[in-house]
Each structure stands twice: as C-alpha cells, then as structure tokens.
C-alpha cells in the first residue's frame, strides 16, 4: 500500500462534539493494518486532551460492514515467508489500542453496522457505547483459520451468559443484533436508516441523549432459544466431551454445532477452550490481553495459521489439512506450550492503568 493509500486508510474529522473515525478500506471490508492502529491510537490520545471533543465516533467506509479483522493477508506472508516479527509488532500495539478503548475517559461510540469480525470487534465492542443495527454480524472467527480469539475477545466472551461465549468463540458463529447485545458484545439498536440522524444527533447532544432519539428494541435473536444445549453442551471441560455432548442431544442445531466444531483446526480449538477458562479467572482485560498475546505469539510457530489462512483466504479451496489432525492427537503439552511466558517480550499491559 503507498504512502497515501495508507494514510487514506483511516480518516479523522470532527463534527460539532463529536470526533469521528472512519475506517476506509471498503474492498477489504475495512480490514485493520498495523498503519491504521497507530494512527487511530494517535488520535484517542490527542482527543482524550481536547476540552472540545466531547464523544469519539468510529465507523467503517461502504456498506458491508464496520471491520472484518486485521490484514490476515499480511500475517499468513509474515508466518510463512518472515520470522513473524512484524505480527507479533501489529499485535502488541493493536491490543494496547483495545485496551486504551475500554478505558477511554470520554464516550466512545462504536456504530457496529454490517460485518464486524476479530479486530473489528477489539476496535467496537471494548468502547463505552456499542450499537448495532439489523444488519449486524459479529463473529470471533478464529479458529476457522487456525488461530485463536483475541483482541480481547476471550475477556467478552467468558463473561457472556452461561456457555454462549464458549458456543461462540469455538464455533465462530456470527449473531445479530439481539444475540449481540445478550452476550455483551453490544448494548444498542439503532436501524440502519436512522444511523444519518444519531450520527448528526452526537454533533450536538451527548450519547445518551442520541440514543433516547434513535435506539429501538431489536428483532429477536436466536441464541435464547438455544441455552438448554448451548450451556449443557459446552459446560464440559474438554473439547472431545463438549462434542460428544452436543453429538448426543439430539438437537439439529447441536448437532450442527458439532460438525462444525469437528471442521475446525483441533489445537485451536484445545488453545482457545483453555484461554476462555483462563479468562475468566484472570478478570481483567489487561491480564487477558497479556495472555492473548501469548497465545498469537505461539501461533504464529505452528502449522495451523499458515495453512488455515491458506484455505480461507489465498487459495480459498476451504479444505484445510489441520496438523494434528484429530482432537486425540493434540496433547496438554501441545496446549500448554501457546501459555509460555515470553519474557522479554511479553506484551506487559497492568490493569485499570493508562496505555
């Protein structure tokens, strides 16, 4: 990308109150490059200074969605062709701008319309005020590619009601606005054709005031349906049993879950099970960003994300060939290795500190 595609990437401008971001890469459903987040963090830090900013606004260019990742492009190169490096630098600063996110001081709007996917969820739902409207879609899709959630993602997601968050981040299941907002990952619905008039609206009015104007009760959503099997299912504490379960309830949507789950790289899925557990006992998202950056650190050494993004993404034959290739084959060792401390190199977030 040139120098000023890169710099086009993102763009900033103030409205009234408001200050706004928008995400500009629409060919690319807005994908984040490493550029993009340091600008963005660039900004909030300006912004947190500025007695004339009152709410930050982040929104995504076309109409497909907010954000759908990072340059997952970029990382596949990086893995595969480099030492891994240049991720490892994208992470570190990436999940520091989730962090800064959560604890922002001012109103942080984040208008979660259309497809918004891993990184799109770090730079959205960590924000203090989190709308989505009936073309919402938001997924932690991670282990289809042969990683693991992060962003802060396993944080959201321990903390959702009984098991939707595990359902979640081991399927990647994407959900609309109900489901959304039921698992924590959003608290408003604003329809998509009154976004103009909220947008307008924070130029003048606080967010809360907006939201009065614009927020509506969203259509139903499926996953309060699907508690009994979901919490049953994957209340289990290993990923063998968690399927068995679901294979035996007796539920088409269990069962599909199953088949799902069987379709995805089995170490991610033993990875990310262990990372949600361990998330809820750490607590803070700080904490769980440290042991997020652990775990991507440690994928970046395995077979899995290289072939993964392969299948998906560059030659899209989506017929991954996972390595082990069965949920038997991957040991605790295996897991336990992407836990590593990193020394030198960990990511070093405290919690409730600024970033």
Known sequence: MSGTAEREAVLF?????AAHITLNRPRALNALTHTMVRRIDEALVAWERDPAVQTVVITGA????LCAGGDIRAIHDDARDGDGSASAAFWRDEYRLNARIARYPKPYVAVMDGIVMGGGVGVSAHGSVRVVTERSRVAMPETGIGFVPDVGGTHLLAAAPGELGTHLALTGAQVGAADAMQCGLADHFVPTAAL?????????LPAEEALAACARTPPQGVLAAQRGWIDAGYGADTVEEIVRRLLAHGDSAAKEAAETLLARSPTALKVTLASLRRARMLGSLELVLNQEYRVSCAALETPDLVEGIRAQVVDKDRRPRWSPKTLAEVTDADVERFFTPLGGRELGLSPGLPH
């Open 196 to 204: 103009p008039d909220f947008l307008g609206a924070l130029a003048e």
């Open 62 to 65: 076309g109409e497909r969605g």
């Open 13 to 17: 401008h103030t409205s009234g109150r």
